[in-house]
Nanobody, 131 residues
Framework: VQLQASGGGLVQAGGSLRLSCAASGFTLDTYAIGWFRQAPGKEREGVSCISSSGGRYIYYAEFVKGRFTVSRDNALNTVYLQMNSLKAEDTAVYYC????????????????????????WGQGTQVTVSS
């Protein structure tokens, strides 16, 4: 069972990146998928969450609303995080995580970002935004 986040890189402020979270050893469609990030010297924080199956419930942290879009392609066993209008403060290592509780993303913002509610974690991908 493995999750792998990819798609990070170096981009100028205002640019875009699309992160992917791919699973091996299990299918993602029954899992809620969360995206987290950790900037240097800071605690890891929740960014977004998409519920299982059709992704009916979606959560975005306030600091990415209107700029980031989460989606899932269950046929490809992959979840995406499209990041537009990137800012220097978006620089961080981004992680994806899978929660067996498929409806987790319908919970309030405090619950959605509780890391212990996620069962599997990817290794992280570095996003660096230059100003």
């Amino acid at each position: 069972v493995q999750l792998q986040a990819s798609g990070g890189g170096l981009v100028q402020a205002g640019g875009s990146l699309r992160l992917s979270c791919a699973a091996s050893g299990f299918t993602l469609d029954t899992y809620a998928i969360g995206w987290f990030r950790q900037a240097p010297g800071k605690e890891r924080e929740g960014v977004s969450c998409i519920s299982s199956s059709g992704g009916r419930y979606i959560y975005y942290a306030e600091f990415v609303k209107g700029r980031f879009t989460v989606s899932r392609d269950n046929a490809l066993n992959t979840v995406y995080l499209q990041m537009n209008s990137l800012k220097a403060e978006d620089t961080a290592v981004y992680y994806c995580a899978a929660a067996i509780s498929g409806g987790l993303c319908a919970a309030d913002s405090v619950v959605v970002t509780i890391e212990s509610l996620y069962d599997y974690w990817g290794q992280g991908t570095q996003v660096t935004v230059s100003s």
